[in-house]
């Protein structure tokens, strides 16, 4: 794919984070441009691909935008905005009176994500990305790490849609329109590991966390989960025995939180005690 040549003085700087920075639009508002930091080329370039295969699936997500460079050689995405959108999340700590409503329309997206098939050839395996997660981990000890693989080897295959990073302010809504976001870590595999980064948002974080992060207080944060669980499983099954399956995929999180963290989480890690 080749980038479309753009100049930085078409654009204000409004943020920036670990890989690059955002700008806006100075005359659309609807436009918005995410720019990695210098020699970082391959990495838009893979997003982008990505996001137009899962795309191209018919999973709601925004169209993909367009592949560009600026005129010092810096690469990254222009897109264009969904105006008026609110998160999952966000919603829920403005409207709490709703919580069980947009629990029931975030189940049902997520039901439907996980209903969708892949073609393996175009994503990755979720249980191959733990067992890269898991090998490259410090804090683990080797007989830990026996148990998590052979944990993780032996959770059922199957070849169905995975956000692979299912929080509720990773999904948004404007009217009737709703849409995942954030699909960097999108893959294949069983919708546990998903589930399990719903789970952690709403039980396993802590109360600083959730508030900052989610916009809600952490009683709110539960709700949702006790108002989502019973939409995507099921009304006939007890929440304490889901919650009892979901947990251990809650606590492989940690491996994602201890890489990007560089030291142990014992707090998630207690969800593991199943397996450790």
């Known amino acids: 794919m080749e980038a479309i040549k753009i100049s930085l003085d078409d654009y204000v700087l409004f943020g920036g984070g670990a890989n690059g920075e955002s700008y806006d639009h100075k005359k659309d508002p609807s436009v918005m441009l995410k720019l990695y930091f210098p020699g970082k080329i391959q990495q838009p370039l893979d997003e982008m691909l990505l996001a137009r295969k899962v795309y191209e699936l018919g999973i709601p997500t925004p169209e993909p935008g367009e592949y560009v460079v600026t005129e010092d050689g810096r690469y990254g995405i222009r897109f264009h905005r969904i105006l008026g959108k609110k998160s999952y999340s966000r919603a829920v700590g403005d409207n709490p009176e709703k919580v069980e409503q947009y629990a029931a329309e975030f189940a049902q997206m997520c039901l439907e994500l996980h209903a969708t098939e892949v073609n393996p050839a175009d994503f990755e395996d979720v249980k191959v990305r733990y067992h890269k997660l898991l090998e490259a981990n410090k804090f683990f000890t080797v007989k830990e790490k026996?148990?998590?693989?052979?944990?993780?080897?032996?959770?059922?295959?199957?070849?169905?849609?995975?956000?692979?990073?299912?929080?509720?302010?990773?999904?948004?809504?404007?009217?009737?329109?709703?849409?995942?976001?954030?699909?960097?870590?999108?893959?294949?595999?069983?919708n546990m590991f998903d589930l399990g980064m719903v789970y952690l948002c709403c039980y396993l974080s802590d109360e600083d966390f959730i508030s900052q992060t989610y916009h809600m207080p952490k009683s709110l944060a539960m709700k949702f989960w006790d108002s989502f669980a019973p939409v995507y499983f099921g009304k006939d099954i007890p929440l304490k025995e889901i919650e009892e399956q979901i947990r251990p995929y809650a606590g492989l999180k940690t491996l994602i939180i201890e890489r990007d963290t560089q030291r142990p989480m014992p707090e998630f890690r207690a969800a593991l005690s199943t397996i450790l």
């Open 146 to 190: 026996d148990k998590l693989s052979k944990f993780i080897s032996e959770v059922p295959d199957t070849t169905k849609a995975i956000h692979g990073d299912l929080q509720y302010s990773n999904a948004i809504f404007v009217g009737d329109k709703r849409y995942f976001i954030d699909l960097g870590d999108f893959c294949y595999g069983n």
